[in-house]
């Protein structure tokens, strides 16, 4: 029963298709991760949120920025912006039970095995001051309002970069903002847990004092699969964590990479898009 890892989708629902069939996925036997980012940039978001929700309880998914997007602009918390591909979600007729349930996707999803095996998956990255308890405690903090009749009230104030430094003593909007900020959007950050908004190039980007989120050491080390950061090309190079990058560009023209868990092996299927 292999786990499959997959990176970022954004709407590349042909090579999403391609990638299943090249590992010859079944459902009934073997499990998918994905890292967050179903929807947005691509062609085919409406595709790949229903191939997602119809593999049931064989998928496991994180929430990525993008995916929150989404949810905000059903909602009118946000303004679609001229770049989104999401109409096709917004007019489905299903989009009612699309939308509810990738709303009650988590932040982390943590394999649960022993220690030096441990695998957990997150759309960005883990903040480097969070232990892996605290860390999955924040999650819960926004999973749970994101499944609450509050969630409408956060979605509305969901959007922005402050505070870009975690504290433990944030309170409210400010506090959720900086949870989904650090576990959907973070690429650069400071020894102090500040994130950068800005960058979001190669490694060679990193603006003074920042660096790579995966090039801090933590005192416990699971190994850590994220999507988000495509100008990586899968290479984390200085990591000091155990991690796997596993977005590979496939919608600005590079692939759709899947990692087996249990064996490391990788397989990646072209993108699709004409030149
Ligand atoms: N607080 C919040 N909560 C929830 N959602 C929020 C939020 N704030 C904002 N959002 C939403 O998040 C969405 C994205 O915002 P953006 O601000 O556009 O986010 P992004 O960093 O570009 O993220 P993306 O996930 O697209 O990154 P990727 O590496 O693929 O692409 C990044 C760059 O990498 C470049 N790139 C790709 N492949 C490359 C390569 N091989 N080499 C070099 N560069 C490459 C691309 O050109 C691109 O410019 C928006 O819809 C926004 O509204």
Known sequence: MPTYAIGDLQGCHAEFVALLDTLSF????????????????????????????????????????????????????????????????????????????LQAQPLWVDDGSASDQRTLMVHA????????????????????????????????????????????????DDRLRAIVNAFTRMRFVTADGTLDFKA????????????????????DDPRIVFGHWAALQGQTPGARVRVEALDTGCVWGGSLTALELESGRKVSVPCRKPA
């Open 125 to 172: 990255g883990l903040l480097p001051i969070w232990s892996l308890s605290e860390a999955c405690e924040r999650a819960q903090e926004v999973e749970t309002v994101l499944r609450s009749e509050r969630a409408g009230a956060f979605l509305d104030v969901m959007h922005g970069n402050t505070p870009a430094r975690w504290q433990d003593d944030l309170e409210g």
């Open 200 to 219: 979001k190039e190669g490694l060679d980007s990193a603006p003074e004092g920042f660096a790579p989120w995966f090039t801090y050491s933590r005192e």
């Open 26 to 101: 079944d459902p009934r036997r073997d499990r998918l991760w994905l890292a967050g980012d179903l929807v947005n940039r691509g062609p085919g978001s409406l595709a790949c949120l229903r191939e997602a929700y119809t593999l049931g309880d064989a998928v496991s998914i994180v929430l990525g920025n993008h995916d929150l997007h989404l949810l905000a602009v059903a909602r009118g918390s946000v303004a679609a912006k001229r770049s989104d591909t999401l109409g096709s979600i917004l007019d489905a007729e299903d989009r009612d039970r699309l939308l509810e349930w």
